[in-house]
């Protein structure tokens, strides 16, 4: 959807780690402005949208430190 060149830069999202756990849900991406957010269910969803979000404001605000991926 937003091309080869992003995906590339995006690379591996919601992997299941070693404990069989699924891990990178909620993440930057490592393309600027541009986050996943993927839900498990809608408790989780309700949940961490709001820390998503937290963390969003404050690094626009410039008091938490962009980090790569």
Do not use: C, H, P
Not at 21 to 47: A, C, H, N, P
């Amino acid at each position: 959807m937003l091309g080869d060149a992003v995906a590339d830069q995006v690379g591996k999202f919601a992997d299941v780690g070693e404990d069989r756990e699924y891990g990178r849900l909620w993440r930057q991406t490592g393309v600027d402005k541009l986050w996943f957010m993927i839900s498990l269910g809608i408790g989780d969803g309700q949940f961490y949208s709001k820390l998503l979000a937290l963390q969003i404001a404050a690094m626009e605000a410039g008091t938490l430190s962009v980090s790569g991926n």
